[in-house]
């Protein structure tokens, strides 16, 4: 059986086509044992990737067939040249083993080929895996790193040793979109929802909330909350419900969905706005009924694990937002709208503008902090938001959450902690050291003094000093 073999061009990356010049029931079979052999029902082939690898795979399993090389849609395939390289129509790849160098990739022009000989991978294996973007690819047993000025950036000062096999482009991209941008929601997209029968009303809440200047997310939640619950009163106008008829739904949503005590207050605010703010029938919601308060503890790390988790994230950029967080206290919102000219360096302030409740404050920026910033902004090349995503704008919060998790499960530190247990950390280590709770409460943004002095009871300051009366008894 002869095999013809030729280049193909599939979605802007180069394979192998393989065809069987004669029908065999065994040849698909033996296609999906090489690994990675896909059908094209356009060229009516199969094909592999356009790489060493592939190649040795594909004469290696038809090694009693003959395989001639052919140019794509010709139909008269060329004669086999047995004493020319393989190279000549598979891209060659050598390396010097011993060598740390830098190829671009074969098969996707937009990656580059990492080799880290064996002799330095304990030395700079966590180098190599702060570049952003890379991941490890074992059939060639080398780093596929994105072919971007980051990345290049980030070689030229890490790693300056490397030795290139190739002279970069001009016009490279700067970053590396790690997802494609049709997997991200259009600007302006409109969510659908059911509407209520009387949905002029959740218009008109929407409008009262926003003159009032209330948050975007206040005014979101505030909508869903209010039509969830007039569209269960479908029938009746707002105006007509009663005060029975709201403490009935509540009711009815604590026994049959067990809401939560915050989600509770949330309706509950949401409906007073509206009766008191829109439509002036404070009568209705004067006396409500309000869940009782809830007196837990924040979450808190002790400074043993806050090094163990910040130790845990290899990536530059990734650390670089969590010791923000630690460092002045900033909840996940506040970080990811941090400007450059936010960071006041000299001073070793940060300035947080329009954090919570509509407020401006100045917090901390650490020494440490300062440092890192340094290797950031000299490998990133921020614009205006201090962290930008990969599209470009600022960093989302699911990305923070995400890092924040994955270096959580790696340092192996209090499983139920979350973003803001960074900034609750920050707090109490604050007052671990003698610090005011007035600078505290400043420095956090609370508007209450009561809101701060939580962490008075999470605090083991002075704990070991301390004996419990059972030991002063002589028994």
């Not at 340094?374 to 201090?386: G, Q, R, S, T």
Request: hydrophobic fraction near 35%; charge should be positive.
């Amino acid at each position: 059986m002869k095999i013809l073999v030729h280049p193909l061009e599939i979605n802007d990356q180069r394979r192998i086509g393989v065809k069987n010049s004669e029908f065999s029931s065994d040849f698909p079979t033996k296609m999906k044992r090489l690994g990675g052999a896909l059908w094209s029902p356009e060229h009516q082939c199969w094909h592999i990737a356009y790489n060493p690898d592939a190649w040795g795979r594909l004469t290696t399993e038809f090694s009693a067939c003959t395989i001639i090389k052919s140019l794509p849609h010709s139909s008269k395939p060329e004669k086999p040249q047995q004493e020319k390289a393989e190279t000549e129509f598979i891209p060659s790849f050598k390396r010097n083993m011993h060598e740390l160098a830098l190829f671009q990739s074969p098969d996707d022009s937009a990656m580059l080929w990492l080799h880290l000989p064996k002799h330095l991978t304990e030395k700079m294996l966590e180098t190599v895996k702060q570049i952003h973007g890379r991941k490890w690819n074992p059939d060639q047993k080398i780093w596929e790193i994105p072919y971007t000025q980051l990345s290049l950036r980030f070689i030229s000062k890490y790693l300056p040793q490397i030795k290139f096999h190739f002279t970069p482009k001009e016009d490279l991209p700067e970053g590396h979109v790690l997802e494609s941008k049709a997997n991200f929601p259009k600007q302006g997209i409109q969510y659908t929802f059911t509407p209520a029968k009387y949905e002029a009303a959740v218009t008109a809440l929407e409008q009262a909330l926003t003159l009032k200047n209330y948050s975007y997310r206040t005014i979101k939640s505030y909508k869903n909350c209010f039509r969830a619950f007039i569209r269960h009163y479908d029938q009746m106008k707002p105006s007509q419900i009663s005060k029975k008829e709201i403490d009935q739904y509540i009711y009815m949503l604590l026994k049959t969905r067990k809401i939560s005590r915050s989600h509770q207050n949330q309706i509950l605010s949401a409906i007073k706005f509206f009766y008191t703010s829109v439509i002036e029938q404070e009568d209705k919601v004067s006396g409500l009924f309000r869940p009782r308060k809830e007196e837990k503890l924040p979450q808190v790390l002790t400074q043993e694990e806050v090094v163990s988790f910040l130790k845990a994230i290899p990536n530059l950029k990734h650390r670089c937002i969590m010791m923000m967080i630690y460092s002045g206290g900033l909840r996940l919102g506040e970080v990811i709208n941090l400007h450059i000219n936010d960071l006041q360096i000299e001073q070793k302030r940060i300035f947080v503008r329009n954090g919570k409740g509509k407020k401006d404050r100045c917090t901390l920026l650490s020494d440490k902090a300062v440092a890192i910033l340094k290797d950031y902004f000299e490998i990133y090349m921020p614009v205006a938001w201090l962290f930008e995503g990969a599209t470009g704008g600022k960093y989302s919060e699911r990305s923070v959450q995400q890092i924040f998790t994955a270096a959580k499960t790696l340092s192996k530190i209090n499983p139920d902690a979350t973003v803001h247990t960074l900034r609750h950390s920050f707090a109490t280590h604050l007052l671990e050291q003698g610090v005011d709770l007035r600078y505290i409460q400043e420095l956090l943004g609370h508007a209450s003094s009561k809101t701060t002095e939580i962490y008075t009871h999470i605090t083991k300051k002075g704990m070991g000093a301390l004996k419990s009366p059972l030991d002063f008894l002589d028994i």
